[in-house]
């Protein structure tokens, strides 16, 4: 994976807070920092996951409560953005380093925790379904795409596709159910208070008691104590990280940072991970036969919105899952099964780690090998664009690199059928998304009846006993998914994690390849417009320059050939099929755009009119 691999192709998805359970909390004590057997007494301790809900965490939480509530919503991977926090809950506490307060050193602590919130009194009315959990009904957009090419657009002011407002008694008779509590990955390094000796920071050094959460938040969490000011007696090197200094608790007066903006707290991961082994609920596994190599220097990544990602030399790319659910993350069993295949598609996975329950493992961060010498796919794509050089070659490359992966995955991992029922409940999805989408987006709704019908025609093929073959895919493809070699122009496939929103269940089930198929198609409008734009910061108007809009026809018919020429399967032969699938992932594109970034909404509209015309039906 290469640094550009984080922005992305395709318009980014918010995280909604459609919470997976967090995994069941492990028994017993963590065990010591240096070893992988039980327990070394109180040196490699800081505190025990309770029970869940019961409190009893030796005042570790209550204390960090008042500081998470405050930090957490800042972090890009927070999926509960705009709804308060009303409580924590510890899932595990794991000292992977002690702190030394003789010499200073700094500590690692990780932690499980999940993030009880308010529920949002808009989840669920405009946005219909857009996690319907029907097998590939979700039209989907990584939530990874963050502050990449494609999503540095201005956010402009709403124009005629603008959100409609729903009134008081609508919001009311919509509101949800609370929903369950997220789960989240933390890493948290920990300076000791005072390097000659355990206790609060002497005088000259202590900062100012700041206020905790806002009032809001203060009395659900417990918070009563108060945060300490984040800037004080802190290394210029970890400013940007901070979190701040509990003020009771068994970490009181230490200063806690985000662990991985450190290097020698990256770099102990990986020491685990090239040692593998057992720390209290922690596994740390290596691929057979992987050696690592010591002493790589570590780069955090500044693009990656979902996770966290660190850099090691040129070697390898370790990316920290975020928002943990119990089961095995579909990034790390699809990397797995393809190397089974001898498929060289996708990185392989060199290592990963777990969290250990009651349950299935939870995947918590996965290894793999650092494509260094190649270029994202958006990012190449735009180059192109801006050169007015020829895509097509590119994009039948890509293509036939699409199939190779999906022939592989279908050998590799359980396949399905998609029957009348299945395509009843698929296409039954699409139109209740079409019309939440046309009731919260005015422009949207000129086009509702026409565009009813690529579902209904496909429901039609189902009722008349038509199947499709459904496999494990992709499930996020574009373009700022594919890597490719600056050296022989050969495409690899990253981020098989799927819509990190969706629920791993979801992500996990076979789907038709097409729903694949169709976000790749989407991502080629998505760089036309970008490059119509003349930057590769913004899109340009849905009337811009017919070069581009030829583009990106080139591109797609190029990248349906090579899908043809690799698996011997032309998508087009289905348009049917195609139609349904491109045409729900514009539709939650423009839901999207409307609510995040009206500048960009021209360019799902654009795709909305296409496939809403006469000649849809017959045409990909």
Excluded at 369 to 381: K, R, S
Aim: aromatic fraction near 4%; charge should be neutral; glycine fraction near 12%.
């Amino acid at each position: 994976m290469s640094d550009s691999s984080m922005s992305r192709g395709s318009p980014p998805t918010p995280s909604p807070a459609t919470a997976s359970a967090a995994p069941p909390r492990p028994t017993g004590r963590t065990a010591g920092p240096h070893g992988d057997g039980p327990p070394t007494g109180d040196a490699g301790q800081v505190a025990a996951a309770p029970a869940a809900g019961s409190g009893t965490d030796d005042g570790l939480l209550a204390s960090l409560a008042p500081l998470l509530t405050e930090w957490l919503p800042r972090q890009r991977w927070f999926a509960g953005k705009g709804r308060p926090i009303s409580g924590f809950t510890l899932v595990s506490a794991t000292e992977l380093l002690p702190r030394t307060a003789r010499d200073g050193a700094a500590g690692l602590l990780h932690l499980l925790v999940r993030a009880h919130q308010s529920p949002d009194e808009h989840a669920g009315g405009d946005a219909g379904d857009e996690a319907d959990g029907d097998p590939g009904g979700d039209a989907d957009v990584s939530a990874d795409a963050g502050d990449g090419a494609a999503g540095r657009a201005g956010r402009g002011t709403a124009e005629a596709g603008a959100l409609a407002k729903p009134s008081a008694a609508s919001r009311a008779r919509r509101r949800p159910a609370p929903e369950p509590a997220d789960c989240y990955q933390l890493l948290l390094g920990v300076l000791p208070p005072n390097p000659h000796g355990a206790g609060p920071p002497p005088a000259h050094r202590a900062a100012r008691a700041e206020p905790g959460p806002t009032a809001a938040n203060a009395a659900a969490n417990g918070a009563g104590e108060r945060a300490v000011a984040r800037d004080a007696a802190a290394p210029p090197r970890l400013a940007h990280a901070l979190i701040g200094r509990p003020a009771t608790g068994p970490l009181a007066g230490a200063l806690l940072y985000e662990a991985l903006a450190d290097p020698r707290q990256a770099a102990l991961l990986l020491e685990r991970l090239r040692l593998p082994g057992t720390l209290g609920p922690l596994r740390f596994r290596r691929a057979p036969g992987a050696a690592i190599e010591a002493g790589l220097t570590p780069r955090p990544l500044a693009a990656e919105q979902s996770n966290s990602s660190v850099v090691y030399g040129d070697a390898y790319i370790l990316k920290v899952f975020r928002r943990i659910a119990p089961g095995i993350n579909p990034d790390l069993e699809v990397a797995l099964a393809l190397n089974r295949t001898g498929c060289r598609r996708v990185p392989p996975p060199t290592a990963w780690f777990e969290a250990a329950g009651a349950g299935a493992p939870a995947t918590l961060g996965l290894l793999q090998p650092y494509l260094a010498d190649c270029a994202d796919g958006w990012q190449y794509a735009l180059d192109q664009l801006a050169r007015g050089a020829d895509f097509t070659a590119a994009a039948h490359a890509l293509g036939q690199a699409t199939a190779e992966v999906h022939l592989a995955l279908a050998r590799s991992l359980p396949t399905a059928a998609l029957g009348p029922p299945q395509i009843e409940h698929l296409t039954a999805a699409m139109s209740r998304r079409l019309d939440a989408a046309a009731g919260a987006v005015p422009a949207l709704r000129p086009f509702r009846r026409a565009l009813r019908g690529a579902y209904a025609d496909l429901a039609a093929l189902g009722d008349s006993g038509r199947a499709w073959p459904a496999q494990r895919i992709h499930g996020d493809l574009h373009l700022g998914q594919a890597l490719r070699d600056t050296r022989d122009g050969r495409w690899s496939l990253i981020d098989f994690e799927g819509e990190p929103a969706s629920p791993l269940a979801e992500r996990r089930r076979p789907q038709p390849v097409v729903r694949d198929i169709a976000g790749m198609l989407r991502s080629f409008d998505y760089a036309a417009a970008v490059g119509a734009g003349g930057a590769h910061g913004g899109p340009g108007q849905a009337a811009g320059p017919r070069e581009p809009r030829e583009w990106a026809r080139r591109s797609r018919a190029a990248y349906c050939a090579g899908y043809a020429a690799a698996c011997g399967h032309d998508p087009r032969a289905e348009p049917e099929l195609l139609r349904a699938y491109e045409t729900d992932k514009a539709v939650y594109e423009v839901l999207y755009e409307a609510r995040h970034r009206p500048d960009w909404l021209p360019v799902p509209l654009s795709a909305i009119r296409r496939l809403a015309g006469p000649a849809a039906r017959d045409t990909a």
